[in-house]
């Protein structure tokens, strides 16, 4: 009998679901010390946690025959997933159960940051003031609102937002236009479209591309008495900067959900006086409590009975049923669609995966592999191996895989061609001995480099001089580079994959771009 042990609280619903189960032993120790917790949990098939259990190195060393970890919640700060991978562990969250609940604390923020309800109710409620002529407020009808992130919240912010008449404009680079558009919804590529917004909201993962997505220099492009609401995650706007355009009026008022170190209490935004904060409450409705309960304890009694893992975030691959050489072709192919995602960032339409080799037999696998990286980039930690083709026909985003028993040039060669709205990007990879990971084409120009770090793809013109600008530019910013790769084709172009040490800062890949000489210029980190 597998065992199920519950190691913080969660509604009694979902307890009761595991408690109903014939084949499964549980163990609800919520109200447990951790020390004494880590005692138990040795005899644990999996076990299901909220954020007062820390998944870390000591957690990880009293397991025992532990097989997955539910985190009944979105957020995985508090597991150590990376670890866990090492020991064989499963991770799964509950990425969905508190859609409702966090859409409905955005909009709470939104309308009172226009009539600002908590300074009313002080001043009536505590200093006894009747002055209704401090109040005025102003009305969301007819005002501009930008939704940064068009997924499973966002596009529900728009929803409710349309009810209040107001015009919307939603910005998601990984979407179709079509998924905002046939909701009567605008939709922009350009950024700074959002920047002209009266009021605007956030509604993404917290990767790279989207920490510090609203920073000083988005702010100073903005509306003068903008407002900010941000509901998400932590660090997605630039605390030090928005706290400055606050204290300045730039921004008239933000309401704020998530900081960037929780608890917040002494966070300087605390003390102005046109902020309005809740503590990390998007998912506090009893409702979604229940939702993630339920939902919890329907993936962890999954999980123990080897049914599947749903919403994994790192399903390993089990070492008796695949050789070891194919799971570095798992891993070439993921490092590939994700080096993609980030060279080709417009909305997807198509993925198509030629496979050469005996490694064609593993397809399924490795189309698996190359959508979780495609769709890594703009998901984040909702993308994993079980959601991956769900999510990507979800996309409207077709799907090809072609193979070939043979390879002409290698003993097995992964192509993924990766078509957006706008362009096709195709690269090509393949494992030597050892297990080194190559790249060997990008779009027609041979390449023989080790996909991995800051790279900077810079396609030019193929005259001379090229290389010498590009070092002297990049020397110009302090930054080193480790290797440099050139490739060439008969259309006298070339193409060079420069690995660097430092990030590249912006305003150097501007004056790259003003190189006569050059034609496009990218940056993908892996």
Known sequence: MSKIIVC????????????????????????????????????????????????????????????????????????????????????????????IAAVELTMAHIINAVRNFPGADYQLRIERKWKREDWYGTELKGKKLGIIGFGNIGSRVGIR?????????????????????????SYTKNFEDILKCDIITIHTPKNEETK????????????????????????????????????????????IDVFTKEPGFNNPLLDLDNVYVTPHIGANTLESQEQIALQAAQAALEAARGASYPNALNLPVKENEIHENV??????????????????????????????????????????????????????????????????????????????????????LITITLTTSSESLSVSGTVFEDNIIKLTNINGFNIDIEPKGKMILFKNTDVPGVIGSVGNTLAKHHINISDFRLGRNSNKEALALIIIDEQIPQKAIEELKNIPACLSIRTVTI
């Open 8 to 99: 913080d609280h969660i509604h009694q619903r979902g307890l009761d679901l595991l408690e109903n189960q014939n084949d499964i032993q549980m163990q609800n120790l919520a109200d447990l010390p951790k020390d004494q917790l880590l005692t138990l949990i040795k005899d644990a098939d999996v076990v299901i946690t909220r954020s007062s259990t820390a998944v870390d190195e000591k957690f990880l060393n009293s397991i025992g025959k532990l097989k997955a970890i539910v985190r009944a919640g979105v957020g995985v700060d508090n597991v150590d997933i990376e670890n866990c991978s090492r020991k064989g562990v499963v991770v799964m969250n509950v990425p969905t159960a508190n859609t």
């Open 161 to 185: 937002a349309k009810a209040f008449e107001m015009d919307i404009l939603a910005y998601d680079p990984y979407i179709q236009p079509s998924k905002a558009t046939d909701m009567g919804i």
């Open 327 to 412: 799971k570095a072709y798992l891993e070439l192919t993921q490092k590939l669609g994700f080096f993609c995602a980030q060279a080709n960032k417009d909305a997807i339409t198509s993925i198509h995966l030629n496979i050469d080799g005996e490694i064609s037999q593993y397809s399924n696998s490795l189309i698996t592999f190359a959508l979780v990286g495609i769709l890594k980039p703009s998901l984040g930690e909702n993308i994993n191996y079980v959601n991956a083709q769900f999510l990507a026909k979800e996309r409207g985003i077709e799907i090809h895989v072609k193979t070939k028993e043979m390879s002409n040039s290698y003993k097995n």
């Open 212 to 255: 510090n997505i609203i920073t000083s220099n988005e702010i100073s492009k903005m509306k003068d008495g903008v407002i900010l609401i941000n509901c998400a995650r932590g660090g997605l706007y630039n605390e030090e900067d928005i706290f400055n355009a606050l204290k300045s009026k730039k921004i008239r008022w933000a309401g």
